[in-house]
T-cell receptor, first 115, second 114 residues
Framework: AQKITQTQPGMFVQEKEAVTLDCTYD???????LFWYKQPSSGEMIFLIY??????QNATEGRYSLNFQKARKSANLVISASQLGDSAMYFC????????????FGQGTRLTINP | DGGITQSPKYLFRKEGQNVTLSCEQN?????MYWYRQDPGQGLRLIYY???????QKGDIAEGYSVSREKKESFPLTVTSAQKNPTAFYLC?????????????FGPGTRLTVT
């Protein structure tokens, strides 16, 4: 079975600072993918970034980067130069590459950016 | 524009009534999913379908039913057997075959049962 753990229920950061959101995972699948989604107060889920378990390099997408440490089973999201619009819930999720491609989500971290 | 539509955005029902939530996608995706989200919690998988006329139970399927008669549609029925139906329901879709494909989410339906 797959499991995602996000240990930070809430984070408060000053605008323009960088922030790291923690995510650890557990799986017996040999290959898998890790995702981060943002959920603003409106409720929609916005895809941010993807990391494959066999990718040699850490994924980056604009201000988002993923600090992937396979041996530690961690996939932390780093947001550089935070903005007020980054305030939202952030979810880490994983999916096996083979078989049923269903996502397993963590509990989420509520990020608040202060001006 | 391509995307996923869910209607209505807010739904109110009396206890004991069945209610059907709609989900339509025009992305030509094979796979579709239904998730439930409770306040302050992550998403939990209710049902998913990888092909028309076929679907599988997720982690919390009890009290729910689905159908997949058309590729673009995956309605979810919340039956009176669901003990705590009040929640935020999200529908998603994705292509099949590539593990790195993201799931695209609809805007969600907030169901309140009193």
């Amino acid at each position: 079975a797959q499991k995602i753990t996000q240990t930070q229920p809430g984070m408060f950061v000053q605008e323009k600072e960088a922030v790291t959101l923690d995510c650890t995972y557990d799986t017996s699948d040999p290959s898998y993918g890790l995702f981060w989604y943002k959920q603003p107060s409106s409720g929609e889920m916005i895809f941010l970034i993807y990391q494959g378990s066999y990718d040699q390099q850490n994924a980056t997408e604009g201000r988002y980067s993923l600090n992937f440490q396979k041996a530690r089973k961690s996939a932390n999201l780093v947001i550089s130069a935070s903005q007020l619009g980054d305030s939202a819930m952030y979810f880490c999720a994983m999916r096996a590459i083979q078989g049923a491609q269903k996502l397993v989500f963590g509990q989420g971290t509520r990020l608040t950016i202060n001006p | 524009d391509g995307g996923i539509t869910q209607s209505p955005k807010y739904l109110f029902r009396k206890e004991g009534q069945n209610v059907t939530l709609s989900c339509e996608q025009n992305l030509n995706h094979d796979a579709m999913y239904w998730y439930r989200q409770d306040p302050g919690q992550g998403l939990r998988l209710i049902y998913y379908s990888q092909i028309v006329n076929d679907f599988q139970k997720g982690d919390i399927a009890e009290g729910y039913s689905v159908s997949r008669e058309k590729k673009e549609s995956f309605p979810l029925t919340v039956t009176s057997a669901q003990k705590n139906p009040t929640a935020f329901y999200l529908c998603a879709s994705s292509p099949l075959g590539q593990g790195n494909d993201e799931q695209y989410f609809g805007p969600g339906t907030r169901l309140t049962v009193t």
